[in-house]
């Protein structure tokens, strides 16, 4: 491992430790260091604050004169609700800049670098550079696309169930697997689930962990069938969005609306297009969605190609049974060969239970 790869990972771990907070901003850390020391760290913490680079400018103050700053991402060049980072480091007389990878955002893409190396600042590329794109795969889609990075999540059986036939669901995966949801809940800014699973569960879609913060709640409701005592919808622990189609309840609407619900009536008459509620979630600057369900939910993002990565807990148990409900439903793929792969696959073990994580290839 060279010096540069040793202080990126600082860098790279500072970064990730901010993992949920600075959405729909990137994950950015920062290090300085100036004769074999580190004199200054700075992690990104929320939008709107100062960028990582400014914080450890900040810390290093006259000694990142002549130093090296090496950041998880290109500096900005753009005035947004803070200054251009790329000018505050040439103003503090960095000599050198280590960047993991460039920014994808059109308006930085590549002019940060061309600010610091017209200052005569050396600048190297690409250190750590996956490690990077991967952390922040979430911003990567959202600036470019803008529309939110969607991850599918199911706890299922080794044969894919998520219930047994008579539809008894609690507990599948064991409370080291469940725990670990309720992290990439707090990841994510928004939870989706269908009206089915309301209906059946009466979830409250909440993150359980000390200091967490609640995801933005989403419900696929085409008709307005949820009831008004549902947890989603009095709790007031989140924010619940529904969306519905044109086939729904005018008094229902207005009476969810007076308890601070938000309703969104799509273009459909009697379903609703998940692309339609993807595009609005994106236009309200919701950079990711935790899905979780149920299976014709999983189903309809899927064949709309919408579902950016899967994640499934499975449990080491069987429970078998032609009626016993799946975790991806719908009409399923009529030939093998034009099956969903997943590429970039990982598998872990969490407590009994294992955990897998792909990203579909469409």
């Known amino acids: 491992m060279t010096s540069h790869e040793f202080y990126m990972d600082l860098a790279l771990q500072n970064a990730k430790a901010m993992k949920g907070q600075t959405d729909p901003n990137p994950l950015v850390g920062s290090v300085i260091v100036n004769d074999n020391r580190i004199v200054g760290v700075g992690t990104h913490l929320k939008a709107g604050e100062p960028h990582a680079e400014i914080h450890a400018l900040r810390m290093a ?11 998880t991402l290109e500096p900005c060049s753009h005035h947004g609700r803070t200054g251009p980072c790329a000018e505050a480091i040439v103003q503090a007389g960095i000599k050198k800049v280590v960047i993991a990878t460039l920014d994808p955002n059109p308006i930085v893409a590549g002019n940060g670098v061309k600010i610091l190396e017209s200052a005569g600042i050396e600048v190297i590329t690409g250190i750590r550079e996956q490690v990077s794109v991967k952390m922040n795969e979430v911003f990567n889609k959202f600036i470019v696309e803008k529309k939110p990075f969607v991850t599918m999540k199911a706890g299922v059986t080794l044969d894919g169930k998520v219930a047994t036939h008579t539809f008894s669901s609690k507990w599948i995966t064991s409370e080291d697997a469940r725990r670990d949801v309720h992290h990439l809940r707090n ?27 609640n995801p933005l709640r989403v419900i696929m409701d085409s008709s307005l069938k949820i009831p008004l005592d549902a947890n989603v919808v009095n709790d007031r622990q989140a924010k619940t969005w529904i969306f519905t189609s044109q086939h729904y309840d005018e008094l229902k609407k207005q009476a969810l609306e007076d308890m601070g619900v938000r309703v969104f009536v799509t273009s459909s008459r009697n379903s609703i297009d998940p692309k339609e509620v993807v595009d609005i979630l994106g236009e309200h600057l919701i950079s990711s969605v935790f899905i979780e369900g149920g299976g014709n939910i999983h189903a309809s993002f899927l064949e709309n190609k919408l579902v950016d990565k899967v994640v499934l807990y499975f449990a080491p148990k069987l429970v078998g049974g032609k009626d016993a409900p799946t975790f991806l439903e719908g009409e399923g793929i009529s030939d093998m060969a034009d099956a969903i792969e997943l590429s970039d696959t990982d598998m872990e073990k969490i407590g009994k239970d294992f955990k897998f994580t792909g990203y579909p290839i469409y």
């Not at 103050?61 to 950041?71: E, L």
């Not at 990841?187 to 879609?205: R, Y």
């Open 61 to 71: 103050g006259d000694k990142a004169k002549g130093g090296t700053i090496y950041v």
């Open 187 to 213: 990841e994510h800014m928004a939870i989706l689930v269908g009206i089915n699973t309301v209906l059946k569960d009466n979830p409250s879609l909440t993150t359980r962990i000390p200091n967490g913060r």
